[in-house]
């Protein structure tokens, strides 16, 4: 009798202690898999072809991916994963804030700042879709990976940790990352168009048609440079050198890491 009036308290106890305490049920994720993303954002502006674009990301890690299309708008989703970041929720006693989006549209021009409050614990993934031919200057990013694809026209990044990678753009390209890789391909190259490609501390691999007519200048003083194409180089590490009729400029810099020339056949 007495063990049994003890079980009982001790059941009171617990449904008391219970009910004082608020739990957050999160669902499985096996191991290996991530948690399910939550759009936090998701709006369109119009912007002409041509345009120009300024993304600016601060106080938190992202993925980023820009995609030219044939619509003569910028469609802005962001999305993020993670129990412990949900538009503010309190989570095992942790509070974390959505991050903060700032638009100024206009005809031509469309500037975007994302900042987050507090560090984020879960990385942010925001997509953006433009006019094929759009001019993204400035794009700034503290800490994740940038993806580009699909367009033409100009693009300026600036980049603290993190790959950059462009497939399929035509036009001038410059991005400094002081740690990562970049990964670009480059078609089209006009006499008027400009690659500066510099990071401090990782490889660089240009991708170029075998045509191409540029004035090239690439150093690597840590590192290699190789080639696909002809190079008359004294040095491994520090070339310059005329691809075809020598009509655009290509600058390449990897204070801490290698450059890779390819020809896109």
């Not at 940038?146 to 399929?168: C, E, H, P, Q, Y």
């Not at 410059?174 to 740690?179: G, I, P, V, Y």
């Not at 490889?203 to 170029?208: A, F, T």
């Amino acid at each position: 009798m007495k063990h049994s009036a003890m079980g009982l308290m001790t059941a009171f106890m617990l449904i008391g202690f219970l009910s004082a305490c608020a739990f957050i049920i999160v669902p499985y994720s096996p191991p290996g898999s991530s948690w399910p993303q939550q759009i936090i954002y998701d709006r369109t502006f119009p912007l002409t072809s041509g345009g120009q674009v300024e993304l600016s990301l601060e106080g938190l890690e992202a993925e980023v991916e820009i995609a030219g299309g044939v619509k003569e708008e910028v469609r802005i989703t962001a999305s993020q994963s993670g129990p412990f970041y949900r538009r503010g929720i309190v989570i095992a006693g942790s509070r974390r804030d959505s991050p903060r989006f700032e638009v100024e549209p206009s005809e031509s021009r469309l500037k975007v700042k994302v900042a987050a409050k507090k560090e984020t614990i879960f990385p942010v993934r925001l997509e953006l879709r433009v006019p094929r031919q759009v001019e993204l200057r400035p794009i700034y990013l503290e800490k994740g990976n940038i993806f580009i694809r699909d367009l033409f026209g100009l693009v300026a990044v600036n980049l603290g940790r993190g790959n950059l990678k462009v497939s399929n753009f035509s036009g001038s390209l410059s991005a400094m990352l002081d740690k990562g890789q970049i990964e670009a391909e480059v078609l089209d190259l006009r006499e008027e168009d400009e690659i500066n490609l510099m990071s401090g501390e990782g490889n660089i691999s240009l991708l170029l048609e075998p045509q191409v007519s540029a004035c090239l200048e690439a150093e690597a003083p840590e590192g290699r440079i190789s080639s696909d194409f002809p190079l008359d180089q004294s040095q491994s590490n520090q070339v310059t050198a005329t691809l075809g009729e020598g009509k655009a400029k290509i600058v390449l810099t990897a204070l801490k890491g290698n450059i890779e020339l390819k020809k896109n056949e």
